[in-house]
């Protein structure tokens, strides 16, 4: 059953049964998560809407192998390039176990199964918070390691954020990026960086699709009366952050991931959480009223 946490002018409605997606998060009423195809869409085709978690890894991976995996690309859902895309697809509506419930607070977890260790045969868990509070929403995700290997740790989430009634040439933004990884016309790291600007304004026709590894402070959504604030950082487990905001959409996306793509192949940013070890990665949404 879907859980809805409610605090102040807040409120957000999470899917445990289906793969743990954020599927609303409204202020005053008006829905601040792009919608897209909504769910039939995301469980037919891990096509994101709302906040999806990209697990057990985020974004593309070069090829059907990594390390000494082999996938089988029968089984393994590719994105519009046809390379391995967010794990597969193999969590995409999977069941979750709710472990505690409140008026602001919602934990709930998934543990490693057999078509999880098929395409990441590390065992693990999986364990997401969800805390509202009257100024935003936190979102808290622990990897521990289960078993006897340690765990790379890759996963990552993909919120979509908009505001109500607002239209992408009225849709003011700040993106205080710095570095970015370049990628290939696959969307893969080359191994290059490159140091950028990007002038707060209208998103307008700007067409986003990079990855960073340097920031400096908050990603800002302003219009309609209101600013939406997403924060993370690599201090919090999250060195990566994505952005994406294809023309003709009214919704950015700013990604939190614990490696860029493809580091299960490269291994370049990869962590590993030892036996026994918890991975804690946290991003935070602030909503508020302004003039």
């Given at each position: 059953m879907p859980v809805t946490l409610r605090c102040g002018d807040l409120e957000t409605t999470w899917?445990?049964?289906?793969?743990?997606?954020g599927a609303s998060l409204r202020h005053r009423g008006g829905e601040l998560l792009g919608q897209r195809g909504g769910l039939d869409a995301y469980l037919?085709?891990?096509?994101?809407?709302?906040?999806p978690l990209l697990a057990p890894w985020a974004n593309r991976l070069d090829g059907l192998r990594y390390g000494d995996v082999r996938l089988d690309a029968a089984t393994v859902k590719g994105g519009d390039v046809g390379l391995p895309k967010d794990g597969g697809g193999v969590l995409v509506g999977r069941e979750w176990t709710v472990r505690e419930r409140s008026e602001h607070r919602l934990r709930a977890a998934v543990t490693a199964d057999e078509a999880l260790l098929a395409v990441f045969p590390f065992p693990h868990e999986l364990e997401v918070t969800v805390e509202l509070r009257g100024t935003g929403l936190e979102v808290i995700t622990v990897?521990?390691?289960?078993?006897?290997?340690?765990?790379?740790?890759?996963?990552g989430w993909h919120p979509l954020f908009t505001l109500p009634g607002v239209r992408r040439d009225g849709l003011q933004v700040t993106l205080p990026v710095s570095r970015e990884l370049v990628l290939d016309d696959r969307g893969i790291p080359?191994?290059?960086r490159q140091t950028v600007v990007i002038a707060p304004g209208a998103l307008d026709e700007r067409d986003l699709d990079a990855e960073y590894d340097g920031w400096d402070g908050d990603v800002v959504l302003r219009g309609g009366g209101r600013e939406l604030r997403v924060r993370f950082a690599a201090a919090?487990?999250?060195?990566?952050?994505?952005?994406?905001?294809p023309r003709g959409?009214?919704?950015l996306a700013w990604e939190p991931m614990t490696a860029p793509t493809n580091a299960l192949v490269s291994g370049v940013g990869l962590q590993h959480a030892a036996p026994g070890e918890r991975y804690t990665a946290t991003f935070s949404v602030a909503v508020r009223s302004i003039s």
């Open positions: 899917l445990p049964e289906h793969g743990m997606v037919a085709k891990g096509s994101a809407f709302g906040i990897l521990t390691a289960t078993g006897d290997a340690p765990v790379p740790v890759a996963f080359d191994g290059r919090d487990g999250y060195p990566i952050g994505h952005l994406w905001a959409e009214d919704f």
